[in-house]
T-cell receptor
Framework: AQSVAQPEDQVNVAEGNPLTVKCTYS??????LFWYVQYPNRGLQFLLK??????LVKGSYGFEAEFNKSQTSFHLKKPSALVSDSALYFC?????????????FGSGTRLLVRP | KAGVTQTPRYLIKTRGQQVTLSCSPI?????VSWYQQTPGQGLQFLFE???????NKGNFPGRFSGRQFSNSRSEMNVSTLELGDSALYLC???????????????FGSGTRLTVV
């Protein structure tokens, strides 16, 4: 069965410092991986995705993520955090072998960037 | 290019009533999926529609249903509402490309349903 784990409910970081939001996944086949961000009372905004190719994926707002197949991880990173990055972040996976197109989401990680 | 539009944004219903939520996908997107977001269960897949056909359904009771129209707009219906149905309901549209479905999913802002 497909699953996604985001082990940290909350990540706290000071503005200007690098940030990492962790994500590990489990799928039968090859993974298609996504990161979304959610601001209060809003839907999900797409940040980036990994389908194939380069393990380092660059996305919106300066975010990037590194796909690590051996560790089944897809951690979200940003070199220098902004207060405006404070939000709820979701990692999601779709199994390439799954004929449905549903996304399996992690439980979310709240990022708090303090000034 | 307009995004995914969900209406209404907020809804308050009484237990036992039924409700219909609407989703208009991005122009040209033929696939629409629905997700339920609650604090306890997180984001859970409800169903996906493509070309007016339900392709997949998540693990939800039959009270949850949906449909898609020829213009790709979709509606979901929940009958006999329960308190536990209170949630943010998100719609996502996807540009189908060669059947691989590996393009990104664009989400709407959601409909916040409160059942009292």
């Amino acid at each position: 069965a497909q699953s996604v784990a985001q082990p940290e409910d909350q990540v706290n970081v000071a503005e200007g410092n690098p940030l990492t939001v962790k994500c590990t996944y489990s799928v039968s086949g090859n993974p298609y991986l996504f990161w979304y961000v959610q601001y209060p009372n809003r839907g999900l905004q797409f940040l980036l995705k990994y389908i194939t190719g380069d393990n380092l994926v660059k996305g919106s707002y300066g975010f990037e993520a590194e796909f690590n197949k051996s560790q089944t991880s897809f951690h979200l990173k940003k070199p220098s955090a902004l207060v405006s990055d404070s939000a709820l972040y979701f990692c999601a996976v779709r199994d390439a072998m799954d004929s449905s197109y549903k996304l399996i989401f992690g439980s979310g990680t709240r990022l708090l960037v303090r000034p | 290019k307009a995004g995914v539009t969900q209406t209404p944004r907020y809804l308050i219903k009484t237990r036992g009533q039924q409700v219909t939520l609407s989703c208009s996908p991005i122009s040209g997107h033929r696939s629409v999926s629905w997700y339920q977001q609650t604090p306890g269960q997180g984001l859970q897949f409800l169903f996906e529609y493509f070309s007016e056909t339900q392709r997949n359904k998540g693990n939800f009771p039959g009270r949850f249903s949906g449909r898609q129209f020829s213009n790709s707009r979709s509606e979901m219906n929940v009958s006999t509402l329960e308190l536990g149905d209170s949630a943010l309901y998100l719609c996502a549209s996807r540009q189908t490309s060669g059947g691989t479905g590996i393009t990104g999913y664009t989400f709407g802002s959601g409909t916040r349903l409160t059942v009292v």
